[in-house]
């Protein structure tokens, strides 16, 4: 059986006691509330990135090295899963079509030029645009700035 990573809350705990800090100064400190705080030290909340960052910054480590922890402490109950274990073992593992021997023909790519001369020979058709039609109104305008009434 894997060895039980250290987790968060216990190092919390221990700079806790090192800096001589209650849980409420931390949450006020980095800005939390205490009862999400508390709710981390009695394992019912995770070590989300955001408060992450905010250990980090305040006690001088890294956001990874906070979020490792974390990731360790949850690969571990993962790994020691019953029920998850029973499901890893019914998923079969994915298997690559074997490669067919015989390319299929590609059909040569046409060209829009090649598409157009073939639209033309239908009888009725327009030609096809060749750009952007313009926004612009046909009809003639009065100038800004004059008056014709």
Known sequence: MPKTPQTPVSVLQSLLE????????LANAI????STIR??????????????????RFFGQTADYWLDLQRAVDKHEAENDNELKAALKS?????????????????????LAEKRKEASKVPGAKPASRGRKSNRRTSETTPVGTNDE
């Not at 989300?48 to 905010?54: D, E, K, L, N, S």
């Not at 998923?91 to 060209?111: C, D, F, G, Q, R």
């Open 18 to 25: 090192e800096y001589q800090i209650t849980q409420s100064a």
């Open 31 to 34: 800005g939390l509330s205490p």
């Open 39 to 56: 709710q981390i030290f009695m394992g019912k909340s995770k070590i989300t990135v955001p408060t992450a960052m905010r250990l980090a």
């Open 91 to 111: 998923i079969p593992k994915a298997k690559k079509p074997k490669e067919s021997k015989v390319k299929p023909e590609s059909k040569p790519k046409t060209t």
